[in-house]
């Protein structure tokens, strides 16, 4: 049935017609074939043809008074000729071919080939959509009726499998390129906030660094290295009559002077500080003096002041000839001349 809905009716005609041209071509092939006994029935078909044919006939063509028939009557009796005719080419086809199927197989086939000769060419699109129908095989009504060229074709078990399907690549993502340096107003006052922000970190920075190396020199400060109170100068031979060694003067603060004082050659030290307000003289070798550079006070060689500002002498430290022979000052300890001080043996070495 799904196959003759599909069918258009285009296809059902040209499907009809293949289906008359089979019979009219097996129609010939027969009556070729049957020649003599389609002759032999032909009489039996012309008998039954007769009985119909003559039954109209054996009407009396009289009227109802039995007169001259009326013209109504006359159409009467045409319309039943013409009606008694069509049976008549009907029925005789029916019963005698039945009776001739009974007698003779192939005499039916005689009798069923003039019937369908005498059967009206019906050309209208119901009467040949019918035959189509009726000639048209019935489709599969279930899986189990299909042919098997209709059903799907099993795989082969053995088959190998097709190769995977290449993958294709995924698409690259596009790169976005790099946007260009605002120059806007927010990006200048972005680019403004950092720069003060980062110069104001860098200042705090700097700024604690140095509190904390403040505060690391105020824990820790630095201890002056002073030289020490006691120091050797040489032996007494580095220090020749009337001569004033200026060597210590730099590094010790200290004149070391061999000196005839009351009749008696002596070594000693004299203090660089002048006793006026504490600048430190400069020995004059040709003037055989020691002269403030401040204001003017003058000293002798062995450090009695004689001009100038200063108010009294210089003074001298201890020294003293060592363990080695060594001349040793010790800055611990000074002797002034106007007390009298000068006069312990502890201010000189005699030399
Ligand atoms: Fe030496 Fe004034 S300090 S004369």
Not at 100 to 129: C, G, H, W, Y
Not at 150 to 177: D, N, W, Y
Not at 188 to 197: D, E, K, P, Q
Not at 306 to 328: K, N, T
Request: aromatic letters at 6%; one cysteine or more; glycine letters at 8%.
């Amino acid at each position: 049935m799904a196959d003759r809905k599909k069918m258009s009716v285009a296809e059902i005609l040209a499907a009809a017609r293949a289906e008359k041209a089979e019979a009219a071509a097996g129609e010939a092939a027969t009556q070729a074939s049957d020649a003599a006994p389609a002759t032999e029935d032909a009489a039996p078909a012309t008998e039954v043809a007769k009985p119909a044919a003559a039954k109209p006939a054996a009407k009396p063509a009289v009227g109802k008074d039995g007169g001259r028939p009326s013209v109504a009557e006359i159409m009467k009796l045409a319309r039943q000729k013409s009606a008694g005719e069509a049976a008549a080419a009907e029925k005789p086809v029916v019963k005698p071919a039945a009776k001739a199927a009974a007698a003779k197989p192939a005499a039916a086939k005689a009798v069923e080939k003039p019937a369908a000769k005498m059967a009206p060419l019906q050309r209208d699109t119901a009467s040949i959509l019918a035959a189509a129908r009726s000639g048209s095989k019935p489709g599969p009504t279930s899986k189990a009726d299909a042919p098997a060229s209709a059903l799907p074709k099993p795989k082969p078990a053995g088959k190998a499998k097709a190769p995977p399907r290449p993958v294709p690549p995924k698409p690259t993502r596009p790169t976005v390129a790099a946007k260009p340096a605002t120059t806007d107003r927010r990006g200048f006052l972005s680019i403004a906030m950092g720069s003060f922000m980062a110069v104001g970190f860098t200042a705090l920075s700097v700024t604690g660094g140095l509190f904390s190396l403040g505060l690391a020199r105020f824990l820790f400060p630095n201890v002056l290295a002073e030289p020490p109170s006691r120091f050797k100068v040489g032996f007494k031979e580095a220090f020749p009559a009337g001569k004033v060694e200026t060597k210590f003067v730099a590094q010790y603060g200290v004149w070391v002077v061999n000196s005839e004082i009351g009749g008696e050659e002596q070594i000693y030290a004299l203090k660089t500080v002048c006793t006026h307000l504490g600048c430190t003289p400069n020995w004059l070798e040709a003037e055989q003096k020691f002269k403030c550079p401040c204001h003017g006070s003058g000293f002798y060689k062995d450090g009695v002041n004689f001009e100038g500002p200063a108010p009294r002498p210089l003074e001298r430290y201890a020294i003293q000839i060592s363990d080695d022979g060594q001349l040793e000052v010790d800055k611990s300890r000074t002797f002034q001349e106007e007390l009298g001080q000068w006069a312990d043996s502890a201010s000189f070495v005699t030399a």
